[in-house]
């Protein structure tokens, strides 16, 4: 199956600064790669994902980076404000019908002001 | 957009008392439901997949006859811890897909749950 692993698992940086989180997985088969922002108590909010056939995606402030090569992406949050502090979790599948996600470890953001 | 509502947000039980969680796509046919379980701290981990009108099928370490899940139909679908015991206490959400769900993944608002 598929294992995906998240680093790092804390990540301070002050308010304005750039933030990245790394994933890599295992299974060559993924295709689907979404990235979640998780509040305390709160479902997972799907912030921005990518499919295997792109190797970039931006969304205002927030962009993901995929290297299927060698089974890597990345989530980049520039100009971070506080209200970015939150646990990150991304995630992959094979995005076929009835394939469940896997998730990475989770990374929690803090941005001091 | 797709939505999943999940019932109940929070719920304290005694020990040995069994507890349901119902998740219902508003909008949407959820021909598949993934249960997790999110502990304190870390992240969301599968406990099974079900497709409506099937058997769930659990990930390994999870039991089949604690963890009863239903998938009756394409609008609801219902985990129930039986016997819980502190352990058991945990978050536990929800993630459908399905037709007319937008092609991606959907989850309910989850249920913190403590067995006393």
């Known amino acids: 199956g598929e294992n995906v692993e998240q680093h790092p698992s804390t990540l301070s940086v002050q308010e304005g600064d750039s933030a990245v989180i790394k994933c890599t997985y295992s299974?060559?088969?993924?295709?689907?790669f979404p990235w979640y922002k998780q509040e305390l108590g709160k479902r997972p909010q799907l912030i921005i994902d990518?499919?295997?056939?792109?190797g970039e995606k931006k969304d205002q402030r927030i962009a993901v980076t995929l290297n299927k090569t060698a089974k890597h992406f990345s989530l980049h949050i520039t100009e971070t404000q506080p209200e970015d502090s939150a646990v990150y979790f991304c995630a992959a599948t094979p995005m076929n019908a009835g394939n469940m996600l896997t998730f990475g470890g989770g990374t929690r953001l803090m941005v001091k002001p | 957009g797709a939505v999943v509502s999940q019932h109940p947000s929070r719920v304290i039980c005694k020990s040995g008392t069994s507890v349901k969680i119902e998740c219902r796509s508003l909008?949407?046919?959820?021909?598949?439901m993934f249960w997790y379980r999110q502990f304190p701290k870390q992240s969301l981990m599968l406990m099974a997949t079900s497709n409506e009108g099937s058997k769930a099928t659990y990930e390994q370490g999870v039991e089949k006859d604690k963890f009863l899940i239903n998938h009756a139909s394409l609008t609801l679908s219902t985990l129930t811890v039986t016997s819980a015991h502190p352990e058991d206490s945990s978050f536990y959400i929800c993630?459908?897909?399905?037709?007319?769900?937008?092609?991606?993944?959907?989850f309910g608002s989850g249920t913190r749950l403590t067995v006393v």
């Open positions: 990518i499919r295997s056939n792109v």
């Open positions: 909008d949407f046919q959820a021909t598949t």
């Open positions: 993630s459908a897909r399905g037709l007319g769900g937008g092609g991606g993944y959907t």
């Open positions: 299974d060559s088969a993924s295709n689907y």
